[in-house]
């Protein structure tokens, strides 16, 4: 049995969390990850006969029994899963009823699954329908995005035209738009339903006054979505009160997405 701290997703996940921390993004234990694995990633590394504990997660995620996730625990800082991952993290295989987690590794302390589990599995279970190769779920609070949610409207069309307008990369890396869901009580199975809903649309989906959602294929397309609308939501605080002389029009998207052969929500654009 090789080492799972060695393992290629355990080190793409403390990356990913210390980077996140440094960006000042995930404060305190703010944010959470899961990172969909298959038999052949884990069985190197952990006995799948062995589970440690049955943890019930209270939503239905029949879709996803026999799937691995490596998953962020509730409560635990950002800032130190790099530094001690058994107690920050753990792998879990959804059980044959749909409706437990199995803890197979981490966890160490006694811990469990962040509470926004039922966000990340039903986004999971809609992702995959669009797009078989998806693996990651992310969510964070980075400080332009939640400040810019405080000042522009919260409709998907206007807050995706605004972020797209930017900067030239924008429209190139979410081409599918944003959702916007508008403020509610978080670590829900209801908040859950309506994030997994506005991920048929899209791969980002902002909570008002709460922070981002990203999905994709690998640590690497769904950091860059969220480093992307945080670069957006950071150029636009800087600039939106100024007098604004110049600007991307829509014409000008529309060539870009021609140009780099994108299909895009040309519906989010009055052409
Ligand atoms: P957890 O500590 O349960 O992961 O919650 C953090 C968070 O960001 C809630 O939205
Ligand atoms: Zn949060």
């Known amino acids: 049995m090789r080492k799972i701290l060695e393992a ?3 080190k793409e996940m403390c990356d990913a969390t210390a980077n996140m921390y440094r960006l ?5 234990n703010g944010g959470n990850i899961s990172y969909l694995l298959y038999e052949e990633d884990v069985s190197p590394f952990i006995d799948t006969t062995k589970v440690i504990r049955a943890i019930p997660m209270n ?3 029949t879709e996803l029994i026999g799937k691995y996730f490596l998953v962020t ?4 800082y950002f800032k130190n899963v790099e530094y001690d991952a058994e107690e920050n993290l753990g792998l879990i295989r959804i059980a044959k009823d749909g409706t437990t987690a199995e803890l197979l590794w981490g966890f160490a302390d006694g811990g469990r699954f962040t509470s926004e589990l039922p966000a990340h599995l039903m986004s999971h279970m809609v992702r995959l329908k669009k797009d078989p190769k998806h693996r990651v779920v992310m969510h964070s609070h980075p400080t332009n995005i939640v400040a810019m949610t405080h000042v522009h409207p919260l409709d998907d069309k206007n807050f ?5 307008g930017t900067c030239t990369e924008c429209i190139v890396v979410f081409p599918d738009g944003i959702g916007v869901l508008p403020w509610m009580v978080c670590g829900t199975n209801e908040i859950g339903e309506a994030t997994a809903k506005k991920m048929e649309d899209y791969r980002i989906v902002i909570w008002a006054q709460h922070g981002i959602y990203g999905a994709g294929k690998d640590m690497d397309e769904t950091f860059g979505l969220i480093e992307t609308v945080e670069k957006g939501a950071e150029l636009w605080m800087k600039y939106a009160a100024l007098p604004i002389v110049n600007r991307i029009s829509n014409r000008q998207l529309d ?4 140009s780099f052969g994108i299909t895009y929500r040309s519906d989010f654009l009055d052409l």
Do not use: Q, S, V
């Open 24 to 28: 000042g993004w995930d404060e305190r």
């Open 160 to 164: 995706t035209r605004t972020i797209w």
């Open 255 to 258: 060539n870009l997405a021609k």
């Open 59 to 61: 939503f239905d995620a």
């Open 73 to 76: 625990g509730t409560g635990k």
């Open 8 to 10: 290629p997703f355990m």
